[in-house]
Structures are given as C-alpha cells and as structure tokens.
C-alpha cells in the first residue's frame, strides 16, 4: 500500500512538472531586464511525501512611461548662414530624441525683424526658441520679465565666462550661443590683393592708398549693400577697437551719458569713412539695392575687392562660393596708428525662450545639447565655423577657413576688443537707417552723429539708466 502511494505522488509530480514545462513564457521587457529568480515551491501531494521542485520565474518588466511627441516651433534669421546652422541643430537633436521635432519661422533681419520678436513678446506669441542678438539690443527686450531664466541650469557652465554677461540682465541669464564668436572688420579678395600687388593695410591711409589702385584697374574697391540695411552699420560697429585705444573710458562714459558720438572725433570717424566712400566713387555702381548674400558674391567673384563685414559671412561664401572660399581673407578695420591696429570682436548671437511657451522643459533640454561639444560638432559637420566657439572644450577642425585664421592673430597677442554693444547696453535701433544715409550721400557725418545720439539716448531712458 506505501508502494501504491510512492507512485501515485512521483506520477502527479511529473504531471505538476509537465505543466510547469508546458506554461507559456514571459515576454521579455525591452532593455536591461533583471537576473531570473530562482524560486522554491514546496508541492504536497496527498499530504504524504513532500517534493521539493524548482521552478524560474521570470521577472516582471517595470511600467516605463511613454515618451510623448512634441513639435517645438523656432523663429530664426533668414540668412543662408543661420538656416544651415538651425538645421544642423535640430537634426542632430532629432536623431537623437525622435519624439521632438521641428518647424521653423524666418526672422528678417535689422529693423523689421527687430519689430517682429519685440511685438511677438509683446502678444505672447512668440515660438518656443528664437534667435537674437546678444549685448545691448538684447536689453530692449526687457529679458527679466519675457525670458526664461538659465542660469541655474546646469549646462550654463559650459560657456566662456567672457559670453554670459551678453546675455545676461538682473541677475538673470537667458541665453546660449547659436555659433561662434567673430572678427568684424574688412574681408578682401586674396586674388585682387595679389594681381595688383598689394598689401594688407594697417592705418587708414594705406587703406586709401589700395583703393585708388583698385578703382584704377576697374575693379570696385568697396562693397555695400544698402538692400540689406542692418550692413550699412559695419564701417561705425567694426571701428570700435580703434575708439577704445584712442579714448580707453569711450564704453563707461557713454553708457553714463558722459560722451557722445558727436563731440568725440574718434567715435564719429566711422560716419566720416561713409561719407569718404560715397564722395570717392568706392562703392559699386547699385549698391543701394544689393542685398546682403550678392555683396558676398561679389567678393567671392571677384568684382568687389573688400566688404566690410565680420566673418560670421564666411559660411555662406563657403555654401555659394566653395571653390572661391579659399580666396577671402580679412583684416581689421585699419585707424590711425599702425602700431595699434587691432580687431573689433563679436560674440555669438544667441538662442532663447520666451516665458508663453508651452514647452519650456523641452526647449531647455534642446538648449543643453547646443551648449555641448556634440552641438558644436553637428554645426562644424554643416557648417564652416566662422571664428572661436564659445563653449569649453570645442575644437575647430584642422581645415578652418583662411579668414578664420586671420583672426587668431589679434585675439592671441591681445589687439582685440569686443563691440561696443557688448560693453554697454545702449545701442540706437536707427544706427543702420542713419548709416545707410550718409553712405548715400543724403547725411553729413555730424548731423548722422547727433542723430545717433538722439537715437541712443532715447534707448537709454527706455532702459531706466542713471544719468539719462
């Protein structure tokens, strides 16, 4: 009789175990999942012989959240250069985040574009990112109160030290930069320079000296292009370097409202050189209406021997103009002193949030990644830099473009100074109207200055400055 139990017990323990066989098994959750679980089951069959079975019981996968898809809408500059430099960022971003992706509005530069990001931040209808300057025309957006603040956020301490003040107000910072910084001054054909023997000037005499050569041979000495207005400015803003060494206090007395341009002879010598222009035949014969991007092709070609300009235009040569690249170089507006000539340096234009948006996280994650050595190697993968990156660490590549390296230079034995709108916060919205005017012909150099002086001080009182 214990016979007949023993093997009623050993033969439903094999029908237990071929059932446990047989079950079917978890799926596996994706990823990482846990080591098995070695579990011990005690089965009592008839409550006689006790069988001691091991069973593995997969484990249960952890609920993950589902990654929600979001569209982040971002209003930038209409410019070959920023669209390039946009869509490398957002690719690069995409690829790595597939639930986010992009639309994109255009932002037209100088004046108008100015209207639409103040009236977009106005009406709260601003996109969930947009591109503008840094320094003083940042101030007129009133960024304590429209933008989100970043300075707490971890990522801000990978920038150069020397960009966050441009970005900054109260207390606050709100901005990461879009690209490089860049040298603002003269880009010139390399090709025209050495057909007709010259050299790169370094006092403004010798820069007048070249020009009679160059208008000599046919060839326009200078381009404008009055059909983009905001690059009428580059004369006055690249001359900068060239005030600083001649009055050091120029920055701080004139945010004070202790000097003006006009009754300062080295501030208002940048209104005098587009007068100089415009009276010496410099310009091309249809620069009033030559837009921004023909003025580089023209350069690139060959028909214009210098553009004043700063090498943030070096991209879009490369894109239109990859063969011809090679051939522009660049030098800093020349002054008075050869001794002390030296470079006027832009920082980076920079990205921001407005508080209305809806996808503040998300935009500030997308921020993260542009302040990153993976953000500036997805630009450098796209586009050509166009000087120094301002995040810690980033490299440019071996194959940098001349005029880039024309640059280093200044910065390196230290004949460089940043633009005045990066020293101050006062900065007239009217400077490229005023300076179109006097390139034309239509404005003295010191009805321009007063006028400017006029513009600014309008700017300054808006902004509540002491001393206005």
């Known amino acids: 009789m214990k016979g007949q139990t023993i093997a009623k017990a050993f033969c439903m323990c094999c029908i237990i175990a071929l059932l446990a066989a047989c079950a079917p098994q978890a799926t596996p959750a994706a990823g990482p999942t846990a080591a098995p679980q070695i579990v011990q089951q005690t089965v009592v069959v008839q409550q006689t012989v006790p069988v001691i079975q091991t069973v593995v019981v997969a484990p249960t996968a952890a609920p993950t959240a589902a990654v929600q898809p979001v569209t982040l809408t971002f209003l930038s500059w209409d410019d070959q250069t920023t669209r390039d430099i946009t869509k490398a960022l957002a690719d690069a971003y995409t690829k790595l985040h597939p639930n986010v992706t992009f639309t994109f509005d255009a932002l037209p530069a100088g004046a108008d574009g100015d209207n639409i990001v103040k009236t977009r931040l106005a009406t709260g209808d601003m996109d969930d990112l947009f591109t503008y300057n840094s320094g003083s025309l940042l101030q007129a957006l009133n960024p304590s109160s429209t933008l989100v603040d970043l300075s707490k956020e971890p990522f801000m301490a990978n920038l150069a030290d020397s960009y966050k003040p441009t970005v900054s107000q109260g207390g606050g910072t709100f901005g990461v930069p879009f690209s490089t910084a860049t040298g603002g001054g003269i880009l010139y054909s390399k090709k025209v320079f050495s057909q007709l023997g010259l050299s790169v000037p370094k006092t403004w005499a010798e820069f007048e000296a070249n020009n009679d050569k160059i208008k000599a041979a046919g060839i326009a000495p200078v381009i404008q292009t009055y059909g983009d207005t905001w690059t009428a400015q580059l004369l006055v803003l690249a001359d900068y370097f060239n005030v600083q060494q001649a009055v050091p ?113 998300e935009a500030k994650a997308f921020l993260d990644f542009v302040a990153s050595i993976a953000g500036t190697d997805a630009i450098t993968a796209k586009v050509a830099p166009s000087g120094p990156y301002l995040v810690k660490g980033a490299k440019l590549p071996d194959n940098v473009l001349p005029a880039v390296k024309d640059v280093a230079p200044y910065i390196d034995s230290g004949m460089s100074a940043p633009a005045l709108e990066f020293l101050s916060p006062v900065k007239g919205p009217n400077l490229e109207q005023i300076c179109v005017a006097v390139g034309s012909g239509q404005m003295t150099p010191e009805k321009a200055a007063a006028n400017y002086d006029q513009d600014v001080a309008k700017q300054a009182k808006q902004l509540g400055l002491p001393g206005w």
Do not use: C, R
Request: hydrophobic share 40%.
């Open 249 to 361: 206090s120029f920055a701080a007395d004139y945010t004070a409202n202790k000097a003006k341009f006009a009754s300062t002879p080295a501030a208002m010598a940048g209104f005098k050189y587009l007068q100089e222009g415009f009276q010496k035949g410099w310009w091309q014969k249809d620069y009033a209406t030559t837009k921004y991007d023909q003025g580089l092709k023209l350069l690139a070609d060959g028909k214009g021997a210098q553009y004043p300009m700063a090498t943030w235009a070096l991209p879009t040569i490369a894109t239109n103009s990859p063969t011809e690249v090679n051939d522009i170089g660049f030098f800093a507006q020349p002054g008075t002193d050869a001794a002390k000539n030296g470079a006027t340096i832009w920082m980076s234009n920079s990205i921001y949030i407005p508080k209305t948006s809806k996808h503040i996280a």
